[in-house]
């Protein structure tokens, strides 16, 4: 079974701080993603990559930077956290084959900025 | 613009009442979609994907290009399908990434 890690449940950080988000995959998959999850907003994407060392923007970057320095993991780094950064972060991976872009997600992060 | 849509933020049905979970999208190419679920204190995770044109635990979709819809149908809801729905498209020539809707809570009454 696919398995995709995030390594904390809850993080309780003050406005201002910088943030890490780590995600780990172990399944050698080329694609992984940032996402955040919002009542009435969905999942939103912020960054994906789809090798190592690259990057790209998804919808809503601004305030977030990411790192990929090996393809097992991928981490969301928010510089200065703000209080509308508050939100579940959901990490996830896939193939990069077409016809094959089933997710797995990992548990997801709950973050609050106070 | 490549957008998903899904104009029900809440679903309540009986159950054994069919249930439909709605699903629009807007994208140029060839639409490859997905229906993703999130039960209580689980993980997201894959429901089913229109290329496969399986049934899953009940459920169908299919794929209507000329209304861009991608319904998710079951006939008779059971307790256990309350949870939250998510309809997804994947964009093949961006690395395979996936924009999802704003999400239905379906929710089944005794």
């Known amino acids: 079974d696919v398995k995709v890690t995030q390594s904390s449940r809850y993080l309780v950080k003050r406005t201002g701080e910088k943030v890490f988000l780590e995600c780990v995959q172990d399944m050698d998959h080329e694609n992984m993603f940032w996402y955040r999850q919002d009542p009435g907003l969905g999942l939103r994407l912020i960054y994906f990559?789809?090798?190592?060392?690259?990057?790209e923007k998804g919808d809503i970057p601004e305030g977030y930077s990411v790192s990929r320095e090996k393809k097992e993991r991928f981490s969301l780094i928010l510089e200065s956290a703000s209080t509308n950064q508050t939100s579940m972060y959901l990490c996830?991976?896939?193939?990069?084959?077409?016809?094959?872009?089933?997710?797995?997600f990992g548990s997801g992060t709950q973050l609050s900025v106070l | 613009a490549q957008r998903v849509t899904q104009p029900e933020k809440l679903l309540s049905v009986f159950k054994g009442a069919p249930v439909e979970l709605k699903c629009n999208y807007s994208?140029?190419?060839?639409?490859?979609l997905f229906w993703y679920v999130q039960y209580s204190r689980q993980r997201l995770q894959l429901l089913l994907r229109?290329?496969s044109r399986e049934s899953i635990k009940g459920f169908t979709a299919d794929l209507n290009k000329g209304e861009t819809s991608f319904h998710l149908k079951k006939p008779f809801a059971q307790e256990e399908d309350s949870a939250m729905y998510y309809c997804?498209?994947?964009?093949?020539?961006?690395?395979?990434?996936?924009?999802f809707g704003q999400g239905t809570e379906l929710s089944v009454k005794p």
């Open positions: 994208y140029s190419g060839s639409p490859e």
């Open positions: 996830a991976s896939s193939l990069t084959r077409a016809g094959d872009e089933k997710l797995f």
């Open positions: 990559s789809y090798d190592v060392k690259m990057k």
């Open positions: 229109h290329i």
């Open positions: 997804a498209l994947a964009i093949y020539n961006q690395g395979g990434k996936l924009i």
